[in-house]
């Protein structure tokens, strides 16, 4: 376990310093200084960094310098900072608190935040074209990848499902399972293949690391909604009960907080099955099982 910890200390640690490499200030960006600004503070605020810790993960299971993933793992950070940011907006979910500090809305106003989350919805795609570690080849794929996992088809659709969802009566764990996958799965298992494609791994391999990754995504969400009875508000960083508040449809409302998480256990243990083409995966097993146990 000390072993898992010092490494996903070190992912960690790696992604802050990119991350503020990556959007730094400069002389050409002193007239946009608030923009900036804005952009790191909810950068900054810290979170779990999952999915750029899961690009690395493949990346260095499959026998390759992790190092040579620092793009892409930035890169889905950023997009997954900008899904925040949106997220928290009055016309959206309307949360005044992200991560125990006032929302970027809150801090800098609404135009700014929607500016600053658009702004960290495109600079992704710059680092990964810029990155000198990747071949052209890897670059196109990534990029592709990504734009797909975003789009319509993935985390920007599952948000419309959700939204929509709270004004139905009738939803159930088939329409739960299809928004969780795309407004959460996506980016999970883009993270995932994403470490792949930087270690030039088959397709064979690049779809079961995108499997493990749904399944990853799919337990992280339901574990969320039982965080959102069960959890410190504290420790969570925002409100508990949110979700009831919203007239959301979760795990949780339709069976239950120990069925919930009965359902995520056994997704969990289905996902730690498809890493049997991931290399060394003990890294993997074990982030798994602490994402399935976390309180926050």
Do not use: W
């Amino acid at each position: 376990m000390n072993g898992f910890k010092e490494k996903l200390a070190e992912y960690i640690s790696y992604t802050e310093n990119n991350l503020a490499e990556y959007n730094s200030h400069t002389s050409e960006t002193e007239p946009q200084r608030n923009l900036v600004e804005a952009m790191n503070y909810s950068l900054e605020a810290g979170g779990k960094r999952v999915r750029p810790v899961l690009v690395y993960a493949f990346c260095e299971a499959l026998g390759t310098d992790y190092r040579k993933a620092k793009a892409p793992a930035c890169a889905i950070e950023m997009i997954h900072t900008f899904s925040l940011i949106h997220d928290d907006l009055p016309s959206m979910d309307n949360d005044d608190f992200r991560r125990g500090k006032p929302s970027c809305h809150k801090a800098f106003g609404e135009a700014m935040a929607v500016l600053a989350g658009d702004a960290l919805s495109v600079l992704p795609f710059e680092i990964i074209a810029d990155d000198m570690e990747l071949s052209a080849e890897q670059k196109i794929r990534i990029i592709s990848e990504l734009s797909k996992a975003v789009g319509k088809n993935g985390m920007i659709g599952g948000q419309v499902i959700d939204m929509e969802n709270e004004l139905k009566t009738d939803v159930d764990e088939s329409n739960l399972r299809n928004m969780y996958r795309n407004k959460t799965g996506q980016l999970i298992a883009v993270s995932c293949v994403m470490g792949c494609i930087c270690a030039g791994a088959d397709n064979k391999t690049i779809e079961s690391a995108r499997e493990y990754g749904y399944k990853l995504g799919l337990a992280f969400q339901i574990i969320d909604d039982i965080l959102d009875v069960t959890g410190n508000a504290d420790l969570l960083g925002k409100p508990i009960g949110s979700d009831v508040e919203e007239n959301k449809t979760t795990f949780v409302t339709l069976y239950g907080v120990e069925k919930a998480q009965e359902i995520a256990d056994r997704i969990s243990a289905e996902a730690v099955e498809c890493l049997g083409n991931a290399g060394n995966s003990s890294f993997l097993v074990e982030l798994t099982d602490m994402l399935l146990k976390r309180k926050n």
